[in-house]
């Protein structure tokens, strides 16, 4: 089993930045895909960005592209999100996430194993 409890979140104007953290307990991450998704009020959750194992990958949906940079540091079982650029439309609770195995693609919401609570980012205008 893995725990996953994300940090990191708040309220941030439009423009600003924020970086989430999400620290893994239970068992090292080293060997486990780790990704970000994030949900708006209304909307389901959706893919926001992934790394593999050695963090020599990483994957991004395209409206954050060139704004986020997902990162991870295996010896402290940490997953990051640094978030620059934040627009309204980034408002949601993100949720770090865990799957047994690398990634060779985009992953899905029903290929991850393992869940955070989320926390909340809030973007005004």
């Known amino acids: 089993q893995v725990q996953l409890v994300e940090s990191g979140g708040g309220l941030v104007q439009a423009g600003g930045s924020l970086t989430l953290s999400c620290a893994a307990s239970?068992?090292?991450?080293?060997?486990?895909?780790m990704a970000w998704f994030r949900q708006a009020p209304g909307k389901e959750r959706e893919f926001v960005a992934a790394?593999?194992?050695?963090?020599?990958?990483?994957y991004y949906e395209i409206a954050v592209t060139g704004r986020f940079t997902i990162s991870r540091d295996n010896a402290k079982n940490m997953l990051y999100l640094q978030m620059n650029s934040l627009k309204p439309e980034d408002t949601a609770v993100y949720y770090c996430?865990?799957?047994?195995?690398?990634?060779?693609?985009?992953?899905?919401?029903?290929?991850?194993?393992?869940w955070g609570e989320g926390t909340l980012v809030t973007v005004s205008s």
């Open positions: 790394i593999t194992w050695r963090g020599l990958r990483a």
């Open positions: 239970g068992r090292t991450i080293s060997n486990y895909g």
């Open positions: 996430a865990a799957s047994v195995g690398d990634f060779a693609a985009e992953p899905s919401y029903h290929t991850m194993d393992y």
